[in-house]
T-cell receptor, first 115, second 114 residues
Framework: AQKVTQVQTEISVVEKEDVTLDCVYETRDTTYYLFWYKQPPSGELVFLIRRNSFDEQNEISGRYSWNFQKSTSSFNFTITASQVVDSAVYFCALSSGGSNYKLTFGKGTLLTVNP | NAGVTQTPKFQVLKTGQSMTLQCAQDMNHEYMSWYRQDPGMGLRLIHYSVGAGITDQGEVPNGYNVSRSTTEDFPLRLLSAAPSQTSVYFC?????????????FGNGTRLTVT
């Protein structure tokens, strides 16, 4: 069985602070994909990033960065200089065996960025 | 491209009523799926389809039916609504069933069963 644990249920920060959302996963497969999705207050789900199990390179996209560490089974998401528009629920997800119907979502982290 | 379109956005049903949640995508995606989102539970897979004419059950299929007669459409039917089916429902699609293809989500349907 596979499992995704999002360590923080809720985080509240003040604008311009850096914030890290932690995601820990469990799987027995050697091939898997990890994802982050964003759900802003308007409700839609937006894909942010995908990583496969063979690529441990960290990634940076503007103010967003992702740290993938197989040794600790973690795929953490950092927002630098947070903004009010970053307020959302963020979901980490794991797909073992490479199939979308085996996609397991974490329960989400509610990030509130206060002005 | 409209992407993934779900209708209706909101629906209130009485216990025992049936209804169909519509989902359509215009991206020629092979894979389509339905999730429900409940507070503190994340998203859970109800049913999925890997192509026209092919459907299968996900984690929480009881009380729901699906069909996939065309590539574009993947309706979700509630046979006899129950209060436990009060939830937000999301339809999602991807180019292939392979996880190298990320999911594209619709805007959701908020369903209340009284």
């Amino acid at each position: 069985a596979q499992k995704v644990t999002q360590v923080q249920t809720e985080i509240s920060v003040v604008e311009k602070e850096d914030v890290t959302l932690d995601c820990v996963y469990e799987t027995r497969d050697t091939t898997y994909y990890l994802f982050w999705y964003k759900q802003p207050p308007s409700g839609e789900l937006v894909f942010l990033i995908r990583r496969n199990s063979f690529d441990e390179q960290n990634e940076i996209s503007g103010r967003y960065s992702w740290n993938f560490q197989k040794s600790t089974s973690s795929f953490n998401f950092t927002i630098t200089a947070s903004q009010v528009v970053d307020s959302a629920v963020y979901f980490c997800a794991l797909s073992s065996g490479g199939s979308n119907y085996k996609l397991t979502f974490g329960k989400g982290t509610l990030l509130t960025v206060n002005p | 491209n409209a992407g993934v379109t779900q209708t209706p956005k909101f629906q209130v049903l009485k216990t025992g009523q049936s209804m169909t949640l519509q989902c359509a995508q215009d991206m020629n995606h092979e894979y389509m799926s339905w999730y429900r989102q409940d507070p503190g539970m994340g998203l859970r897979l109800i049913h999925y389809s890997v192509g026209a004419g092919i459907t299968d059950q996900g984690e929480v299929p009881n009380g729901y039916n699906v069909s996939r007669s065309t590539t574009e459409d993947f309706p979700l039917r509630l046979l006899s609504a129950a209060p436990s089916q009060t939830s937000v429902y999301f339809c999602a699609s991807s180019y292939s069933r392979d996880s190298s293809s990320p999911l594209h989500f619709g805007n959701g349907t908020r369903l209340t069963v009284t």
